[in-house]
């Protein structure tokens, strides 16, 4: 055996000796017997209570002291019990009578936290100076389970509740014992929250990665398993599931206020679906940075957003959306995320559905504020056209208010029609001018604040395997299909498909017989008031004939109020007309009607006729843009 090797043993056996010697001399302590003791001198070095109720132990691989029952506290009352406390403590410290802290373990601890109207925590010590200097605390390893915390701040009133509470971190240092803990931190490792509550607000199954400098996170990842809201005076709250974030430099200005407005952060969150009273927004990603609450999404993508109402025609679904928003920040206190918050960007989105209406590709500058929504000005392709307009909607009192003004220039007619459940029927390019005004109040159908106008023109459109010409020569001698089946033409498109349930194009097709004709001009406007649509310059002229329309729809009770379809002469007088109201399901069609004789009520349409062309006078049914075929 070398020198240098003897000469190891020799140490190594030194050192085992010193330790044995040490394990023994602990072991011969009574540690229970110097328990007030204890409690003095941690109490005196904290400058809180400390009382132990169960009874102490020593541990020897590694060193270290087992207390139960363990309860800290100040005048105010009881901040912090422990069911199992496990301290490890440095050996070769110890013999120089100075303690070393290497580990703390806590099982079942409870956290009373509160922070009075001055802004002093209940755990600062009575004795801290304001000039003191700063009392530091390192510990190699701190472990929890099975934990919960209360945080109550008397000044705002706020109150936090975490339950579940699980953590192993390594390397921990706090700057200032006696100061704001959490900014003073520096730590690494891993966290986990069953629960945690305030006010209004609910997140379960927090579980992250955290590494701590001076107050400042990281979050790597950090993944949530729900969140939700609930606002009484809202009446709904907001469900978040399956939440993923990858944060760097996460701090809070103040845990003691709203945690969302004092944050500062980098990095992405990923939302699996949240849901709010009648609408969902599912596949949610966003990357952003935030600074005191104030936030920037570059970008942030929804895969789909629906908002459903009380009716199936009401759904509306928004798919691949794509914001991009600056300074975006919660002023609001509704409770309700739409309403809250403000930030000015753009938006994309890739398809808007409700029923069979469809748009697309919409884009524009967005901008709103604490529930007041602007989209000034917009773009997107509606019925194959090119659609620009604007859009707004305030959201902000009791009373919502959407505003709409739009222009489709070159709309696809054969589209158009397919949207409202009609294929095949008509071709051709033509325009729609639109402003629409809604006043929507909770618990009322949006029908019955509907104001605005409508208009919708055509040139040249082509009618698929049907000759108009030919059916409306074939009608004067015959009147063997309905009359009414020509206003289709005017409604299907500007007012959906609710008021077309009992107009189509059945009998015209029956009396077509195939072919296929041009409608020279077609022009549809309405005036909507209240959710009653008032016919104001309806017609249509092929090259032999012009037909009219005049009447009323009620959207709101869904009725036809006296709709008369006519074909017309050169004076805009009925040759012939026909009568539609009702239910729009189940519509009273009345006979086709001629022009009342001097003889009496019975209209005799043919004898006016024959008036007519001796040069006589008649009753003017349309006055309108369209003019009559040469």
Known sequence: MNGKKKISLVIAGIVLLILVAVIGVIASIDINSHKDRIERTVSEAIGLRVRIGGAMGISYFPIGVTAADVHIGNKSGEIISVATLKIGIQLFPLLKKEIKVTRCDLLGPSFNIIRDARGKYNFEGAEKSASGPAEALGIDEIRLSKGSLTYQDRKTGERTELAGLEFAIRNVRIEDISGDIIKGSSFEGSLHVGELQQKDLRIGNISAVVRARKGEFTLKPLTIG???????????????????????????????????????LAGTVECREVLQKDLRIEKIRVAMKAQKGIYNFNPLTVGILVITGRKQEEKVELKDIKLEA???????????????????????????????????????????????????????????????????????????????????????????????????????????????????????????????????????????????????????????????????????????????????????????????????????????????????????????????????????????????????????????????????????????????????????????AKDLLEGGRCELFYKGSVRHPR
């Open 226 to 264: 729900m969140v939700t809201t609930e606002k009484s005076k809202a009446g709904s709250g907001i469900e978040m599931h399956d939440l993923s974030f990858d944060l760097d430099s996460l701090s809070i200005a103040d845990f003691s206020g709203d945690i969302v407005k004092g944050a500062s």
């Open 326 to 608: 600056r300074g975006l920040e919660v002023k609001g206190d509704s409770g309700e995320m739409i309403r809250d918050i403000a930030f000015t960007g753009n938006v994309e989105c890739g398809e808007i559905w409700k029923g069979e209406f469809r748009i697309e590709n919409v884009s524009g500058p967005v901008k709103a504020a604490e529930g007041v929504y602007h989209l000034e000005p917009f773009a997107a392709a509606i019925f194959g056209g090119r659609a620009e307009g604007d859009a707004g909607c305030d959201l902000s009192g009791a009373v919502d208010t959407y505003k709409i003004k739009v222009k489709i220039s070159g709309l696809d007619f054969e589209k158009l029609t397919e949207a409202f459940g009609k294929k095949k029927v008509i071709g051709g390019k033509g325009d729609i001018i639109a402003s629409v005004f809604i006043k929507h109040k909770e618990g009322r159908d949006i029908m019955s604040s509907l104001d605005g106008e409508f208009a919708l023109h055509g040139d040249n459109l082509l009618l698929y395997s049907m000759d108009l010409d030919k059916v409306l020569a074939r009608f004067e001698e015959t009147q063997n299909f309905n009359l009414i089946d020509l206003g289709a033409f005017f409604i299907a498109g500007p007012l959906g498909t609710a008021a077309t349930k009992g107009i189509g194009y059945g009998s015209l097709y029956a009396g077509a017989q195939g072919g296929h004709s041009t409608i020279r001009e077609l022009v549809s406007n309405w005036k909507i008031k209240k959710g009653i649509a008032d016919s104001t310059d309806c017609a249509l002229a092929t090259q032999n004939y012009r037909v009219a329309l005049k009447g009323k729809l009620d959207l709101v009770r869904e009725r036809y109020e006296n709709v008369i379809v006519a074909i017309l002469n050169s004076r805009g007088c009925a040759r012939f007309s026909q009568k539609i109201s009702g239910p729009f399901g189940d519509p009273q069609i009345g006979a086709v009607s001629t022009i009342q004789s001097i003889a009496g009520p019975i209209i005799n349409l043919l004898s006016k």
